[in-house]
C-alpha cells in the first residue's frame, strides 16, 4: 500500500525559488509515488498574521497557481484550503484537550518565532497551539510520511507523541506514527545573502518574470575580494554560486574552476546563471500566465480537493469521537 503525506504550505505571500527548489519541486516527485495531500493551510497563516486578512484569499489563488503551473497535479494528489475542511478545527479542538501546556511551550521554533516577529503581537493562544493544529492536519488524513526541513522536526515529534497519548488514553490504535522525511535540498539565499525571505525584500519568485530574475540576478551579491575580473574568486561565498549548485548540479564544479583561475567575469557568470534560471522558469511562468487568465478553473480545483478531503478527515473524524465517547444523539 501508498504511504501517505501531507505537507501544508502558508499563504503567506508569493512563493520564490527557494520554496520551489525546496519544497514544490518535491512534491511533484511524491505525488508519483505516495498518496498525497497538499494543503494551503490559511488557519496556520492567521497564527502569524491574523491582523491583517486582506491579502489572504489572494495569497491562497497565488499558491494554488503556483502548484499547478510547477507540476502539481490535481489527478493524482488532493489539494485544498485547510479552512474548507472544518475537520482541522474539531481535531485540533479535541487535541488540544489532551495536550500538556509544556510540550508546546518547549517547542524551539516557537520561543525563535516570538524573538523573530518581535514587534507584532503573535503572544496568542492561537500562534502557542499551531504544532497542535500541525498535529491534527497530519492526524486527519493519518498520514504517515511528512516532507519536512530539519527546523520542524520538533513538530513531528509532538505529532508522534500525540498519537501515543490518544492510542494510550482512549484504548485505541487509529493513527500511524507519522515519519518526518528530511529535504534534502540546501537553502537557498536570498540575492543579497540573507535568508531567501519576504521580510528581507530579497526573493526571486515563481511568478518573476524574465526581466525581473535577470535584473535580479545582476543585483546578486558576488565575493567582495574580486575587483577586477583577473582577480581569483572565491565562489564559495557568492550568490549565485549558491544557484549555480542548485539549478546545474552537473556544471558548477566548471563555475568554481573558471571563478577560481579567473577566466570569467562576475558579470558574464550571472548573465550566464540568468539564462539558466529563467530557462527552466519558462515554461512554469507561461503555464502561469495560462492559469492567471482563468482563476474560476483554479477555485475550482480547491473546491474538489477540498470535497475529497473532507471524505477521508471525516471518516477519522468518526473514529475519533468514537473512541472519546462524543456522540450525535
Ligand atoms: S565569477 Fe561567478 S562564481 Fe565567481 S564570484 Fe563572480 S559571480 Fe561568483
Redesign the pocket.
Known amino acids: 500500500m501508498k504511504g501517505r503525506v501531507f505537507n501544508g504550505m502558508r499563504p503567506t505571500g508569493r512563493l520564490h525559488l527557494g520554496n520551489y527548489l525546496g519544497s514544490v519541486v518535491n512534491m511533484v516527485a511524491l505525488q508519483e509515488d505516495y498518496d498525497c495531500y497538499f494543503c494551503i493551510v490559511d488557519w496556520h497563516a492567521l497564527t502569524t498574521g491574523y491582523e491583517d486578512t486582506t491579502e489572504l484569499q489572494n495569497n491562497i489563488l497565488s499558491i494554488a497557481i503556483d502548484w499547478l503551473s510547477s507540476g502539481i497535479d490535481p489527478n493524482k494528489c488532493v489539494m485544498f484550503t485547510q479552512s474548507n475542511v472544518k475537520e482541522h478545527a474539531e481535531l485540533h479542538l479535541l487535541l488540544s484537550m489532551i495536550t500538556p501546556l509544556g510540550w508546546v511551550e518547549r517547542v524551539p521554533t516557537y520561543k525563535e518565532q516570538l524573538r523573530q516577529l518581535e514587534g507584532r503581537n503573535i503572544a496568542t493562544y492561537g500562534f502557542l497551539g499551531y504544532p497542535v493544529l500541525m498535529a491534527a492536519d497530519i492526524m486527519a488524513y493519518k498520514a504517515d510520511t511528512i516532507p519536512v526541513g530539519e527546523d520542524q522536526i520538533p513538530h513531528i515529534e509532538i505529532a508522534r507523541e500525540m498519537v501515543r497519548r490518544f492510542h494510550f488514553l482512549y484504548q485505541c490504535s487509529i493513527f500511524p506514527e507519522p515519519e518526518a522525511k528530511l529535504t534534502k535540498f540546501a537553502l537557498l539565499p536570498g540575492i543579497d545573502g540573507r535568508k531567501m525571505s519576504k521580510s528581507y525584500g530579497n526573493e526571486i519568485h515563481i511568478s518573476d518574470t524574465p526581466e525581473e530574475i535577470r535584473v535580479k540576478v545582476a543585483q546578486?551579491i558576488?565575493?567582495p575580494e574580486?575587483i577586477r575580473k583577473t582577480d581569483p574568486?572565491?565562489?564559495e561565498?557568492?550568490?549565485?554560486?549558491q544557484f549555480?549548485k542548485a539549478f546545474t548540479p552537473q556544471e558548477y564544479n566548471n563555475?568554481?574552476r573558471?571563478?577560481?583561475g579567473a577566466q570569467?567575469?562576475?558579470v558574464?557568470?550571472?548573465k550566464r546563471?540568468a539564462d539558466i534560471i529563467v530557462q527552466r522558469m519558462a515554461p512554469i511562468y507561461d503555464r502561469r500566465q495560462e492559469l492567471l487568465r482563468r482563476p474560476d478553473d483554479v477555485i475550482d480545483v480547491l473546491h474538489e480537493g477540498a470535497r475529497k478531503a473532507r471524505l477521508t478527515a471525516g471518516d477519522t473524524l468518526a473514529e475519533v469521537r468514537q473512541a472519546m465517547n462524543l456522540r450525535d444523539f
Open positions: 546578486m558576488t565575493d574580486r574568486g572565491h565562489p561565498v557568492c550568490v549565485p554560486y549555480y563555475v568554481a573558471e571563478c577560481r570569467v567575469g562576475c558574464a557568470c550571472k546563471l
